[in-house]
C-alpha cells in the first residue's frame, strides 16, 4: 500500500481549464506524480481511490443542488481542501446570474426549463466549507500551484502572493497603460500572479485573477471616472470574469445604483 499522500481533483461548475492547468505542468508533472498517489482526477484516469484524502484541489463553482452536498461530501474526507481557479475562489463568469432573475434566463435558454437543475446563484466554494488555501487565476498560475504542492509535501506554510498586478508591472518595467495611455486596466485592484501578461503586450488587465486582497474598488472607480470613463464603462469593467467578487461588484453598483 502506497505511504505517498493523496491528491484529489474535483470539477464542479467549470470549463476545465484549471484541470488542465495541472497537465500543463511539463516538467514538474512526473516529479508531482512521484510526489503524490493521484487517487481522483477523472480528467487524467478512468479509475479512482476511496478517500480519505489528504490534499483536495477543487474547480468550478457552485452551482446546482447536487453540488452543494457533493462539496459538504469532499470537505468531510479531506485534509487540506484547496479551491482553484477563479470559478473555485469567487464564482467565475457565471456567476454574472447572480445580477439577474436565473429563472427567467433558463426560460429564454432550455424549451424545457424546469428539467435544468441549478440554484439562482453561482458561488465560490469558500461560501459552503471551510478551506485551507486558495489559488486565483483564470487559470492558475502553474507555478504556485506547483510551489503550494510542494510545501505541503514537505509541511511548511504555503506563501501565497496578495499583492497586485500593478507590482508584477513594475518588476518586468512596463510602462504603466492606464496613466500613459489612459488605457482601461483592473491591474490596480487584481490579484497578482499572471506576470502582467496583457500590459506586458500593452493591453490593459481584465481582472482574470479576480480582486486583490483590499483592493478599494470605489475610490478606483472615482480614478477611472476622473480619467473620462462613463458609469456603463466602469461597470463593464468590473463585470467581466469575477463579477460577483466582492471587491469588483461593490465598484459595479456604486455606479449602477447612479444609473437608477
Request: aromatic content about 8%.
Amino acid at each position: 500500500m502506497s505511504a505517498k499522500p493523496k491528491l484529489a481533483v474535483w470539477k464542479f461548475s467549470s470549463c476545465d481549464g484549471c484541470q488542465l492547468s495541472i497537465l500543463d505542468c511539463e516538467e514538474e508533472l512526473l516529479d508531482l506524480v512521484g510526489s503524490y498517489e493521484v487517487s481522483y482526477f477523472l480528467e487524467a484516469r478512468r479509475g479512482f481511490d476511496p478517500g480519505p484524502y489528504d490534499v483536495s484541489l477543487v474547480e468550478g463553482s457552485v452551482s446546482t443542488p447536487e453540488e452543494v452536498e457533493r462539496i459538504k461530501m469532499v470537505r468531510q474526507q479531506t485534509k487540506y481542501l484547496i479551491p482553484f481557479g477563479v470559478c473555485a475562489t469567487w464564482g467565475g463568469i457565471q456567476a454574472l446570474r447572480n445580477w439577474s432573475d436565473a429563472e427567467k434566463m433558463k426560460a429564454m435558454v432550455y424549451p424545457k426549463a424546469e428539467h435544468v437543475k441549478a440554484l439562482p446563484t453561482s458561488t465560490p466554494i469558500w461560501a459552503h466549507v471551510p478551506i485551507e488555501y486558495e489559488l486565483q487565476g483564470c487559470p492558475p498560475n502553474r507555478h504556485q500551484l506547483v510551489d503550494l504542492l510542494g510545501k505541503l509535501l514537505l509541511g511548511q506554510q504555503p506563501r501565497l502572493p496578495t499583492n497586485s498586478v500593478c507590482l508584477e508591472c513594475k518588476r518586468k518595467g512596463n510602462i504603466c497603460v492606464l496613466v500613459a495611455q489612459n488605457m482601461p486596466c483592473m491591474g490596480p485592484v487584481t490579484h497578482d500572479g499572471c506576470g502582467a501578461l496583457c500590459p506586458t503586450y500593452n493591453t490593459g488587465c481584465y481582472g482574470c485573477f479576480g480582486p486583490m486582497d483590499d483592493p478599494k474598488p470605489e475610490r478606483f472607480a472615482r480614478e477611472l471616472e476622473v480619467r473620462g470613463m462613463r458609469g456603463p464603462d466602469i461597470v463593464r469593467e468590473f463585470k467581466r470574469i469575477t463579477s460577483y467578487a466582492d471587491g469588483y461588484r461593490k465598484g459595479a453598483e456604486l455606479y449602477e445604483r447612479a444609473a437608477h
